[in-house]
């Protein structure tokens, strides 16, 4: 089994920071690719960072230059620096793992999600 917990949510205000932090744990041979997805209300999930085991990332436009992911292999965890933040990136983040266990099985595991809201 595995689990994944994200952490660093909360309220900021516009054009301020914040770091979300993602855990995994259990029974993991490897991950490969991790990363944070986002859905606000009414909007389809968008997937804001990627980031594989060798270090390669990938961003969504919109957010380009303003996020980091960064990841810890040892530990098995993610982060997300989140800087310059606007109104729009209010959302529900969530963090996912592409995971093999010690059973060999592969797949897409998630957490529960942290509320991020940029308001004045």
């Known amino acids: 089994q595995v689990q994944i917990v994200e952490s660093g949510g909360g309220l900021v205000q516009p054009g301020g920071s914040l770091r979300l932090s993602c855990a995994a744990s259990?029974?993991?041979?490897?991950?490969?690719?991790m990363g944070w997805i986002r859905q606000a209300p009414g909007k389809q999930r968008e997937s804001v960072a990627t980031?594989?085991?060798?270090?390669?990332?990938n961003y969504a436009d919109s957010v380009k230059g303003r996020f980091t992911i960064s990841r810890d292999n040892a530990k098995n965890t993610v982060s997300l620096e989140m800087n310059s933040l606007k109104p729009e990136d209010t959302a529900v983040y969530y963090c996912?793992?592409?995971?093999?266990?010690?059973?060999?099985?592969?797949?897409?595991?998630w957490g529960q999600g942290t509320q991020v809201t940029v308001s004045s």
């Open positions: 996912n793992a592409d995971v093999q266990t010690t059973t060999y099985y592969r797949g897409m595991y």
């Open positions: 259990g029974s993991i041979s490897s991950i490969f690719v």
């Open positions: 980031i594989t085991s060798g270090g390669s990332t």
